[in-house]
T-cell receptor, first 113, second 114 residues
């Protein structure tokens, strides 16, 4: 089967760095995406890794290692507004023409003062 | 603002009833996806349409159905509603130019079944 695993909750303080891991069991996929969702809001796209390595976008970076079946989202200089849920998602090769994403259950990040 | 619109924003109805949720994708996007998110749960993929045709099915109940119209807007029909159908229903759209394209989510419809 195909599944993504993330920690359910992470807590950090303002200004700190936090890493949210995503491990997966899937035969192959096009890339790893990360989405952010604030309470009651819509998920919004953060980053996409098609290749192994680090992608940096401002305070957020995302990493993928296909050989280790592992990826992570790194949030630096944490701010209170970063308190949200973070989801990783992949599109399996065997999805064919459809663009269905396999989603993790999400990590709830709480940033404390 | 993602450019994806959903109506209504809130819906309260009774068990056994039928409701229709509506989604308009971003201009130029051909794919529409429907998701269900129950309280404190992750996103459950329901169904995807591409240019009017069903492309993929997820965990969609037989009581639920969807369609995408020629103008690319989509509707999700939920019938014989049960208490457990209370959830946030999101629509997302993408352009499908390449395999890494982003999905843009609408604000969601919050459904409460009493």
């Amino acid at each position: 089967g195909q599944s993504l695993e993330q920690p359910s909750e992470v807590t950090a303080v303002e200004g700190a760095i936090v890493q949210i891991n995503c491990t997966y069991q899937t035969s192959g996929f096009y890339g790893l995406s990360w989405y952010q969702q604030h309470d009651g809001g819509a998920p919004t796209f953060l980053s996409y890794n098609a290749l192994d390595g680090l992608e940096e976008t401002g305070r957020f970076s995302s990493f993928l290692s296909r050989s280790d079946s592992y990826g992570y989202l790194l949030l630096q200089e944490l701010q209170m507004k970063d308190s949200a849920s973070y989801f990783c998602a992949v599109r399996p090769y065997n999805a064919g023409n459809n663009r269905k994403l396999i989603w993790g259950l999400g990590t709830s990040l709480a940033v404390n003062p | 603002d993602s450019g994806v619109t959903q109506t209504p924003k809130h819906l309260i109805t009774a068990t056994g009833q039928r409701v229709t949720l509506r989604c308009s994708p971003r201009s130029g996007d051909l794919s529409v996806y429907w998701y269900q998110q129950s309280l404190d749960q992750g996103l459950q993929f329901l169904i995807q349409y591409y240019n009017g045709e069903e492309r993929a099915k997820g965990n969609i109940l037989e009581r639920f159905s969807a369609q995408q119209f020629p103008d690319l807007h989509s509707e999700l029909n939920l019938s014989s509603l049960e208490l457990g159908d209370s959830a946030l229903y999101f629509c997302a759209s993408s352009v499908e130019l390449d395999v890494g394209e982003t999905q843009y989510f609408g604000p969601g419809t919050r459904l409460l079944v009493l």
